[in-house]
């Protein structure tokens, strides 16, 4: 049986959510036994919350004796029913602060039905919760999709329910900070500020009987503040919206499968047929939006490791944004569940010195997404019309697997940049280099300092930015700057001149033979 709710409890219900409360705010956390209107009377009524109207409240001095009247009883708050012109009285504030009995002033249309909610609220909570239960259910049987089904649960329990991916990011509704849920354990989940319910994926293939099920999602609802009654009946509202939210998620893969596998054959028909791409195949590229005659700047993104209940547009979503936010709109088609091809397009040739910006740009978005994807990436040349795009995605493909040879993550490389690469390469494998490198690197390459030598090495494959090397790391920025302060220490040069830098990256690359 639920311990009996306080006035604060009741203050937080949404049947207060209009109310205010006037004075005795030290009393707030008197806990209400049961609720009574008051009709002349007040025999018996320790721990109750006592419903007046505001015609009982009225002259001042009549609403002075209730209160003084009340607290001598032992009640444990007075609520004043008013409508929107009533104004409350000043002097009842006074008395009310001195006595510590908490004084509610409660707009309402409705005193009869105000009152019997709060006393199913208080005497039988699970009748409450029961009423909730059966109005959400016939709510949510209205709607299919997501939206639509939060925003019914929003209104059905007074609640902010947001979707969530295990990461924090929202789906829907408002973002949610994660607090201190655990995305390992698919079971609901309480704290003190937070209320979890897991949203199951299908099974995938393989997958064992009993074995936990993929979790994509997480239904969250902040309930800082909220007693235990009210904590129990959204924490049943989670798990009754949960098999909702699971069957539109389950109707949106299947969409997206079916959107996927018709751009990746509409790609198949630009790549294949190149500059003689049939009328019908221009026509479904226009539909959805690619233009073919433009110039293209191909991309091929693919991730080492995929999350396990991971929808096919969940990364993807998340990696155009990431481009998006350093001006670089793209188009995307998904090889696989780890693989993606992606384009910009633009009537005008990119600018000369495009490809070393481009490329940094794309490491610092492949750098804000989670580490643990392991991503490489490649970058082709600008090229025109539908033959261009597929020159400059097969170039980007190979640049993809260049970059697949370096052990840090994420890794770009562009297609200009491979020719580069191949003198560097030839230059590391030299014995002056692997002599310059030995003795260059002699201080970071004992055990004890592999750590900082690690750092140096991704600082500098990073363009030597402190933040996308701490990203790369998983580290603290001020943990990767305490690091480069020691290798500055123990090596004894300026990591700031770029002769410097350039020299101990062809170091490092001669060592570790990237």
């Given at each position: 049986?639920?311990?009996?709710?306080?006035?604060?409890?009741?203050l937080?219900?949404?049947?207060?959510?209009?109310?205010?409360?006037?004075?005795?705010?030290?009393?707030?956390?008197?806990?209400?036994?049961?609720v009574?209107a008051?009709?002349?009377?007040?025999?018996?009524?320790?721990?109750?919350?006592?419903?007046?109207?505001?015609?009982d409240?009225?002259?001042?001095?009549?609403?002075?004796?209730?209160?003084?009247?009340?607290q001598?009883?032992?009640?444990?708050?007075?609520?004043?029913?008013?409508?929107?012109?009533?104004?409350?009285?000043?002097?009842?504030?006074?008395?009310?602060?001195?006595?510590?009995?908490?004084?509610?002033?409660?707009?309402?249309?409705?005193?009869?039905?105000l009152?019997?909610?709060?006393?199913?609220?208080?005497?039988?909570?699970?009748?409450?919760r029961?009423?909730?239960?059966?109005?959400?259910?016939r709510?949510?049987?209205?709607?299919?999709e997501?939206?639509?089904?939060?925003?019914?649960?929003?209104?059905?329990?007074?609640?902010?329910?947001?979707?969530?991916?295990?990461?924090?990011?929202?789906?829907?509704?408002?973002?949610?900070?994660?607090?201190?849920?655990?995305?390992?354990l698919?079971?609901?989940?309480?704290?003190?500020?937070?209320?979890?319910?897991?949203?199951?994926?299908?099974?995938?293939?393989?997958?064992?009987?009993?074995?936990?099920?993929p979790?994509?999602?997480w239904?969250?609802?902040?309930?800082?503040?909220?007693?235990?009654?009210?904590?129990?009946?959204?924490?049943l509202?989670?798990?009754?919206?949960?098999?909702?939210?699971?069957?539109?998620?389950?109707?949106?893969?299947?969409?997206?499968?079916?959107?996927?596998a018709?751009?990746?054959?509409?790609?198949?028909?630009?790549?294949?047929?190149?500059?003689?791409?049939?009328?019908e195949?221009?026509?479904?590229?226009?539909?959805?939006?690619?233009?073919?005659?433009?110039?293209?700047?191909?991309?091929?993104?693919?991730?080492?490791?995929?999350?396990?209940?991971?929808?096919?547009?969940?990364?993807?979503?998340?990696?155009?944004?990431?481009?998006?936010?350093?001006?670089?709109?793209?188009?995307?088609?998904?090889?696989?569940?780890?693989s993606?091809?992606?384009?910009?397009?633009?009537?005008?040739?990119?600018?000369?010195?495009?490809?070393?910006?481009?490329?940094?740009?794309?490491?610092?978005?492949?750098?804000?997404?989670?580490?643990?994807?392991?991503?490489?990436?490649?970058?082709?040349?600008?090229?025109q019309?539908?033959?261009?795009?597929?020159?400059?995605?097969?170039?980007?493909?190979?640049?993809?697997?260049?970059?697949?040879?370096?052990?840090?993550r994420?890794?770009?490389?562009h297609?200009?940049?491979l020719?580069?690469?191949?003198?560097l390469?030839?230059?590391?494998?030299?014995?002056?280099?692997?002599?310059?490198?030995?003795?260059?690197?002699?201080?970071?390459?004992?055990?004890?300092?592999?750590?900082?030598?690690?750092?140096?090495?991704?600082?500098?494959?990073?363009?030597?930015?402190?933040?996308?090397?701490?990203?790369?790391?998983?580290?603290?920025?001020?943990?990767?700057?305490?690091?480069?302060?020691?290798?500055?220490?123990?090596?004894?040069?300026?990591?700031?001149?770029?002769?410097?830098?350039?020299?101990?990256?062809?170091?490092?690359?001669?060592?570790?033979?990237?």
């Open positions: 049986m639920s311990a009996a709710p306080t006035v604060a409890d009741l937080a219900d949404p049947l207060l959510r209009t109310a205010r409360t006037l004075a005795g705010h030290a009393g707030l956390d008197r806990p209400v036994t049961d009574i008051y009709q002349g009377a007040l025999d018996a009524i320790a721990g109750h919350l006592v419903i007046c109207d505001a015609r409240a009225a002259p001042a001095y009549r609403l002075d004796a209730l209160v003084r009247r009340a001598e009883a032992g009640a444990a708050a007075l609520c004043v029913t008013v409508d929107d012109t009533d104004r409350p009285p000043l002097s009842a504030v006074r008395l009310a602060d001195r006595l510590r009995i908490p004084v509610l002033w409660v707009p309402t249309d409705d005193p009869f039905r009152a019997l909610d709060l006393t199913l609220r208080v005497r039988a909570p699970e009748v409450a029961a009423r909730t239960v059966e109005t959400l259910v709510r949510l049987a209205h709607h299919t997501g939206p639509d089904l939060i925003v019914a649960a929003r209104s059905v329990l007074t609640a902010d329910i947001s979707l969530v991916t295990p990461d924090g990011a929202a789906i829907l509704g408002d973002p949610v900070p994660p607090d201190t849920l655990r995305p390992d698919a079971v609901p989940q309480r704290t003190a500020r937070l209320l979890a319910h897991p949203v199951h994926a299908a099974p995938p293939a393989g997958h064992r009987p009993g074995g936990a099920a979790v994509p999602a239904l969250l609802c902040p309930v800082d503040g909220v007693d235990d009654s009210r904590a129990e009946t959204i924490a509202g989670l798990a009754l919206l949960e098999p909702f939210i699971r069957s539109w998620l389950a109707g949106a893969r299947t969409r997206a499968d079916h959107d996927r018709a751009r990746r054959r509409l790609l198949t028909d630009v790549v294949t047929g190149r500059s003689s791409v049939s009328r195949t221009v026509e479904r590229a226009v539909a959805l939006g690619w233009r073919l005659e433009d110039w293209h700047l191909g991309l091929f993104v693919r991730a080492g490791h995929t999350p396990a209940g991971d929808g096919p547009d969940t990364f993807v979503t998340a990696l155009v944004a990431a481009l998006a936010r350093h001006g670089l709109t793209v188009q995307a088609v998904a090889e696989d569940d780890a993606w091809d992606l384009w910009a397009s633009s009537t005008r040739r990119p600018a000369t010195d495009d490809p070393r910006r481009l490329l940094r740009d794309v490491r610092r978005a492949l750098a804000e997404l989670p580490v643990r994807r392991r991503l490489v990436a490649g970058i082709g040349r600008p090229h019309g539908p033959g261009g795009l597929a020159d400059t995605l097969t170039e980007a493909r190979n640049a993809a697997r260049l970059a697949a040879a370096r052990e840090f994420p890794a770009v490389e297609t200009d940049e020719g580069v690469g191949q003198l390469a030839a230059w590391q494998q030299s014995d002056i280099t692997r002599a310059f490198a030995e003795t260059a690197l002699a201080p970071l390459r004992d055990p004890e300092h592999a750590h900082l030598l690690t750092t140096l090495r991704v600082f500098l494959e990073s363009g030597g930015s402190a933040a996308a090397t701490a990203r790369a790391l998983g580290l603290h920025r001020n943990t990767v700057a305490a690091r480069l302060h020691q290798v500055r220490d123990r090596l004894g040069i300026d990591l700031d001149d770029p002769s410097y830098r350039l020299a101990l990256q062809m170091a490092c690359r001669a060592l570790t033979g990237t």
